[in-house]
């Protein structure tokens, strides 16, 4: 039999009849561990319980079923566990707010000391990560801990209402950065992006993804799992809610992150950048920022097209400074 | 109530908490109709063709055998047709479209070299249905009534079946082995083919015959004269003549330099034929100019290729011993070729006009009921004639001449002949919503440039008749099927079922229906809507 170069929609999508088993995901099973159940009462099209469900089933696939989870306070712990309802189909574990990172190792510490294999995961939103758990979080990795910790960036406080977190972009409007200041929404700081943050701890494996490249993503945790000590995985997970999106453009959002330069894809092992996932069709800042009502405030009756140049700039510097041209150019 | 300190419920699911109830649009899967099967003439399911194609070797049976419910000359099509398939096709908007004319021949090749066969769908049904002509709509009618189990019998002027195929298209286009092999396979289905048999009095062969329907596709073999005061020694002759000669095995003598009067796929067929006798210079005058050439493109570039030449905006107003006359034109406003008075003088040895043919229909002369406009046969939307019982397609009706479009009018006959023989009305099929560019999310499709066939160089196409246009290999004819869209339909790509945050879908094992919504826990969010590569899923307000 001849072998095509050729299959339809390749790896862009979830799964394709057309591809070897192998090269299938996780997701595209009918058997996928389903980590997060049906039920949870996450908002409709929420990009973190997508998220959650893509990086645990394929850690869940990767451990052989052996692996525990910790988990921070914030969304997914909200909407996962009402009591006396769970979703989770993995054994799971929720203490603080800002103690996740150290609730991990220390069960990682446990296990250990009990002789046992069973992987450990962290997970928090960006809340949990960037702001409050950092302190735990830093320790963790410094400690180099072995626990894969994940955060699900969805840019704020969105469970207790939409308020700024440290991953709040520039310009957003959030319910504590009016769109009505001067200049409107969230500051233009210096910025927090975990992830370079992690890998100058040079902990074994950083790599941020996003749940419109589900391939990508489920290679990263793969690669993850592969490893030990402490690893880090930043998952950007858009939020219908707090974005003032629609709750179907969550996945388009996610690509659109990427293909303007607003959110790199690269992963790093001990401190250096290993691999970058190139921008397949670029587009401007623009597109992303239009389908999302925290942004409105820069298009309205008073637009700020200098506000939307700054947004364009720091893409920019994104696409120059991972090199994320590749095969677009 | 065994409960550890300070717990006072035990733990349940959250698969008891039924979010499906939040919904206010769910999500509906849908096929719509992909433009190709609604640009193909011949009615061909396309798009689900090239899905079976898709699977390589395991595939190409099957694909091949959906071609045939609806066109049983795969090989002759994928060589002979315009396919409006391909200019209708949604992946033109994004690269260039597929090369569903490629794939076609290179799976009819496979039918030939496999020897598949087709056979009766139905039994015998006793009825007894006659065919006037075998060209390709008399012998695509007389294949699908055999397959419903109807006695057949084709009759033909000619000496060998094939009508135009045969003696109209030159067999640098379509090889002879190729058609005799494909309407062998219609023989071979219990259809009697009476060769040499005009039908010079319908009425009485019907009579003789005790044929219950009848299906009328003598063509339009006539060519279509000029009035041309030529007192002259040079040459004029008819391309419908000339083709038919050449086919027949003839070599007229044309002389060194022929002119060809006509824009059309004709009047192609005859340059380049005159060209492969040997003529060195071959000349189409055309009144109007190329992108109002009725030829289709790809003619008039082989054409080119082979070293005919053209003259634009020519009419041709005399032909004296050692050329033509030719009167120059200009466009006006509408589009419309208008005389200037310059003359010029072109020297041809011959002249071969080809501006269109007609249809004689001098057979049915008498026939009460039958009406015809502008030299051919009324049709309703059955294409029954005014007699009840007789009906007509191909060239003979009106209609787009082709043999695509010919060959989808012997289908669509055969199923109201069939139809009208059980005493049935034919019903018409209501057409669903437009698969349009708009709805594809074009993003999840591999970019993959198109495979062209190879053509055989011009040196060699310029003296011999050996096919000009080359297969796909295997490679490349799976290649091309697999940059089809499959638009409008599901190919259970996995993105609904992957992408849902609620795991609301459910896989089946029905190929036909490959996912379900569960809708006690679908929120509505639409997001398998939205990124459904096909636009197979469409989101619908829930009823209050």
């Known amino acids: 039999m001849s072998e095509s170069r050729l299959y339809q929609i390749g790896t862009f999508g979830v799964g394709n009849r057309l591809l070897t088993p192998e090269d299938q995901t996780v997701q595209a099973g009918s058997d996928r561990p389903r980590s997060i159940t049906r039920g949870h009462r996450a908002c409709r099209g929420c990009g973190e319980a997508l998220g959650a469900r893509f990086v645990l089933d394929s850690a869940v696939r990767a451990a052989g079923r052996d692996l525990v989870t910790v988990n921070a306070t914030g969304c997914l712990e909200v909407f996962s566990s009402p009591y006396p309802e769970s979703a989770w189909q993995v054994p799971w574990l929720h203490s603080l707010f800002g103690n996740a990172p150290a609730v991990a190792s220390g069960m990682a510490a446990g296990l250990k000391a009990l002789g046992r294999e069973t992987r450990v995961v962290g997970q928090a939103g960006d809340g949990g990560t960037v702001d409050i758990g950092f302190a735990c979080l830093s320790g963790m990795f410094e400690r180099d801990d072995d626990v894969l910790f994940v955060c699900y960036d969805n840019q704020g406080y969105m469970n207790t209402g939409v308020q700024r977190s440290g991953a709040t972009p520039p310009a957003a409007r959030t319910a504590t950065t009016s769109e009505l200041g001067d200049p409107p929404g969230a500051r233009f700081g210096q910025g927090k992006f975990v992830p370079l943050i992690a890998m100058a701890h040079d902990i074994p494996y950083v790599a941020t993804a996003s749940v419109a490249d589900l391939h990508d993503l489920e290679r990263k945790v793969g690669r993850a799992m592969q490893l030990h000590g402490a690893r880090y995985l930043h998952v950007l997970v858009p939020c219908p809610l707090g974005w003032a999106a629609d709750s179907a453009d969550t996945v388009r959002l996610a690509r659109l992150a990427t293909e303007s330069g607003m959110f790199p894809l690269f992963e790093a092992e001990r401190g250096e950048i290993t691999a970058v996932t190139p921008i397949r069709r670029q587009v401007p800042v623009d597109d992303y920022l239009r389908l999302q009502g925290r942004y409105a405030h820069l298009f309205g009756e008073h637009p700020r097209p200098d506000l939307v140049r700054r947004i364009q700039a720091a893409a920019d510097r994104n696409i120059t400074r991972f090199g994320l041209r590749g095969a677009a150019s | ?544």
């Open chain 2, 1 to 544: 109530m065994n409960h550890p300190f300070a717990i006072t419920l035990d733990v349940g699911t959250s698969r008891a908490n039924h979010t499906g109830a939040w919904r206010t649009e769910r999500p509906v899967y849908v096929s719509l109709r992909p433009p190709c099967a609604e640009g193909c003439p011949a009615g061909e399911d396309v798009r689900e063709w090239l899905r079976d194609a898709e699977d390589g070797e395991t595939g190409y049976e099957r694909a091949w055998r959906r071609i045939m419910e609806t066109n049983p000359f795969p090989a002759v099509m994928g060589r002979i047709c315009y396919h409006p398939c391909e200019s209708a096709c949604n992946r033109g908007s994004l690269d260039e479209a597929v090369g569903i004319n490629a794939v076609e021949r290179f799976l009819g090749d496979e039918a030939l070299r496999h020897r598949w066969s087709v056979t009766a769908v139905r039994p015998p049904s006793g009825r007894r249905a006659l065919v006037v002509g075998a060209g390709p709509a008399g012998l695509s009618a007389a294949y699908h009534l055999a397959r419903l189990g109807h006695d057949v019998t084709v009759a033909d002027a000619a000496p060998e079946p094939g009508g135009m195929m045969r003696y109209g298209i030159p067999a640098y286009r379509l090889p002879r082995d190729v058609l005799d092999a494909e309407i062998e396979r219609i023989v071979g289905l219990g259809v009697t083919l009476r060769l040499d048999s005009p039908v010079a009095d319908l009425e009485a062969e019907l009579h003789d015959g005790r044929f219950d329907a009848a299906f009328l596709a003598v063509g339009a073999q006539l060519g279509r004269r000029t009035y041309l005061p030529a007192g002259s020694a040079a040459r004029v002759l008819d391309a419908v003549e000339l083709l038919h000669d050449v086919s027949e095995g003839d070599r007229p003598l044309l002389g060194r330099r022929v002119a060809v009067y006509g824009g059309g796929n004709t009047a192609m067929d005859a340059a380049r034929t005159v060209r492969r006798l040997g003529a060195e210079d071959a000349v189409v005058v055309y009144r109007r100019t190329r992108d109002r050439m009725p030829a289709h493109p790809s003619e008039v570039a082989e054409a080119e290729a082979e070293g005919v030449r053209f003259t634009w905006l020519s009419t041709v107003t005399d032909v004296d011993d050692d050329g033509l006359t030719i009167e120059r034109m200009e466009l006006d406003e509408n589009g419309f070729p208008q005389p200037t008075g310059t003359f010029e003088h072109l020297a041809a040895d011959s002249l071969v006009l080809a501006l269109g043919q007609d249809t004689d229909l001098r057979f049915l002369d008498g026939m009460a009921g039958l009406e015809s406009v502008d030299g051919v046969l009324s049709v309703d939307d059955t294409l029954m004639t005014g007699r009840p019982g007789l009906f007509a397609g191909g060239d003979m009706v009106p209609d787009v001449r082709s043999a695509t479009y010919a060959v989808g009018h012997g289908r669509r006959a055969a199923a109201s002949i069939d139809t009208w023989l059980r005493g049935e009305l034919p019903g018409s099929d209501s057409p669903g919503e437009p698969a349009t560019y708009d709805r594809l999310h074009t993003w999840y499709y591999t970019d993959a440039p198109r495979s062209h066939r190879p053509v055989l160089e011009a040196a060699r196409r310029a003296s011999t008749f050996d096919e000009v246009v080359r297969g796909l290999d295997a490679e490349t004819a799976l290649d091309e099927a697999r940059r089809c869209l499959s638009c409008g339909t599901c190919f259970a790509c996995d993105n609904c079922f992957g992408m849902c945050p609620d795991d609301a879908v459910i896989k089946t094992d029905d190929p036909a229906a490959p996912y379900v919504i569960d809708l006690d826990y679908c929120k509505g969010c639409g997001i398998c809507a939205a990124e459904c590569p096909a636009g197979a899923i469409t989101m619908v307000r829930e009823e209050d």
